[in-house]
């Protein structure tokens, strides 16, 4: 049953997406010609000085203008993109759960607990879809130069904390983006219990949770700074050896990924129990 | 099993309002059940408890001898009084929709009704009028060969034409082994189909009894009762 959520969620979601990621490229390619920096254009002259270039003259002009334009709209894009991603998050668990589709979602011999990790993992499936399409945006626009240069970089942060290093990354930025998607969820369920002002009681949530996980995060950092990382004191972070660092990350993407699980739950025991569709 | 809804003093309370005011009720396998109450008293509430959208505050509910949840929700079909229908769906989207979610829902048989009232499988949910909806909506609802229909306010927004057709679905698609519970307060359309009627009003049952006994025993139509029990 999971997995049949998942596909209609798919389906509902893809619709969005799949065109924006299209624009987006195609405008990265467009600037890939449009770009014109006085920098590039400095660094061509002096490097062959016999390309005699257009200095001031009226094809510079819009060239500068165009170029300009071509970027603003592609920044915007870029922040567009995320900003969306962001926006279908909400609106797919408000609308579809708690708006007059939730008549027909929770009327489904399916649990309210695969309601809830159906849409998370699809939204964490589009945050992560959305981070290649702009990372590969990025990759059009660049220069081939710099983009030769990416494996390297991936080396030395492999190099500096090693294979189990990069795993423990990466599982602290998972649980720091399923912990960033169930904040939401849960702010909309606890706004839903109101039956007035949802939205806006569901934003005053939000705050409520940020602000109490906040305070989790600050004192679980003080106890860790007195115990576990007691012996580090006046180090910072950029001087931390390997391991200091992994174990860091760590801890985080433990922390995160249990009170995602106290978030998961409590949101679960809402749908259930709490339910009250307008 | 004779019985496939259970209730006993079942209530819901929205913080001082009781919605429902301990309920208590048994509706046998292969009925037609009116539930009938003015605006208010507590139909809708007591359908959505029976859908497991709503938690009781007390008392006791089973249907087909589970309490509401995954297992209930297998065996019943409910029609809401809201268009719960995704928009950019097409219809042909829909009826897999429920034949991926429900093992009971017969597919052809919903294509049969589409046809007959003469919508295209191919068009999308937002280009249909809202009585096209709901007709929708009802054909879907119909199309599983569930054990207990919640059908609430199933006429409220359709013409008089096309009431008469659903009507007609309801009766047909529904099996000996089946009970279906219509809420409404559109008596006069549908009495002649009911076969018990449940009286509503602040929450409580104040009349559960079959249409023959309403008739013998009042000498009026379940209309004519109603409109003395709850004159204003």
């Known amino acids: 049953m999971l997995g049949k959520l998942m596909k209609y969620e798919i389906k509902a979601t893809a619709r969005w997406f799949l065109p924006l990621y299209g624009t987006m490229l195609i405008i990265a390619v467009i600037n890939r010609f449009t770009l014109f920096s006085p920098y590039i254009e400095y660094r061509y002259m002096y490097a062959e000085p016999s390309v005699s270039l257009p200095g001031n003259s009226f094809f510079s002009v819009i060239r500068g203008i165009m170029s300009a334009l071509m970027m603003f709209i592609y920044i915007m894009m870029f922040v567009g993109l995320f900003v969306a991603t962001l926006i279908v998050t909400i609106q797919r668990y408000y609308r579809n759960l708690l708006g007059d589709e939730g008549y027909l979602m929770f009327t489904l011999p399916v649990k309210s607990w695969q309601h809830i990790l159906s849409k998370l993992l699809i939204s964490m499936l589009w945050h992560f879809l959305s981070s290649i399409a702009a990372i590969c945006s990025i990759l059009v626009l660049i220069p081939g130069e710099a983009t030769a240069k990416i494996p390297d970089v991936f080396k030395r942060i492999t190099e500096l904390i090693g294979i189990h290093g990069i795993i423990i990354l990466v599982l602290a930025i998972v649980s720091g983006l399923v912990f960033s998607i169930l904040k939401i969820y849960t702010a909309v369920s606890l706004g839903h219990l109101f039956n007035k002002h949802r939205l806006l009681l569901s934003f005053v949530m939000y705050l409520g949770i940020e602000a109490v996980s906040q305070f989790i995060f600050m004192l679980l950092t003080i106890i860790a700074a007195e115990t576990v990382f007691k012996p580090w004191k006046g180090i910072s972070l950029f001087m931390l050896n390997a391991d200091q660092f992994n174990c860091l990350f760590g801890i985080m993407a433990i922390l995160t990924a249990l009170l995602s699980a106290g978030l998961f739950i409590l949101t679960g025991y809402l749908l259930n129990r709490k339910l009250n569709l307008e | ?232």
């Not at chain 2, 499988?121 to 569930?146: C, F, P, Y």
């Open chain 2, 1 to 232: 099993m004779h019985n496939i809804l259970e209730c006993e003093n079942l209530s819901k309370h929205f913080g001082t309002v009781k919605a429902l005011d301990s309920v208590t009720l048994s509706i046998p396998r292969g009925r037609i059940v009116g539930l009938l109450g003015p605006n208010g008293s507590g139909k809708t509430t007591f359908i959505k408890i029976c859908c497991n959208l709503l938690t009781p505050t007390g008392g006791i509910i089973r249907i087909g001898g589970f309490e509401p949840g995954v297992d209930t929700k297998k065996i019943v079909s409910y029609l809401p009084e809201k268009n719960y229908l995704n928009n950019w769906m097409k219809v042909s989207d829909v009826l897999h929709f429920f034949k991926d979610f429900y093992n009971d829902f017969n597919i052809e048989k919903a294509r049969d009704m589409l046809d007959k009232l003469r919508i295209d499988a191919n068009t999308r949910l937002k280009t249909l009028s809202k009585g096209t909806k709901e007709k929708v909506q009802l054909i879907l609802v119909m199309s599983r060969e569930a054990q207990l229909y919640l059908l609430d306010e199933p006429i409220g927004g359709v013409d008089p034409a096309a009431r008469d057709y659903i009507l007609e679905t309801i009766i047909k698609n529904y099996s000996e082994n089946a009970a279906v519970i219509i809420s409404t307060h559109l008596i006069s359309d549908i009495e002649k189909i009911l076969d018990d009627v449940i009286f509503l009003k602040d929450g409580q049952v104040i009349l559960s009894k079959t249409v023959d006994e309403v008739r013998d025993e009042s000498g009026k139509s379940v209309d004519a009762l109603f409109r003395e029990v709850f004159r204003c």
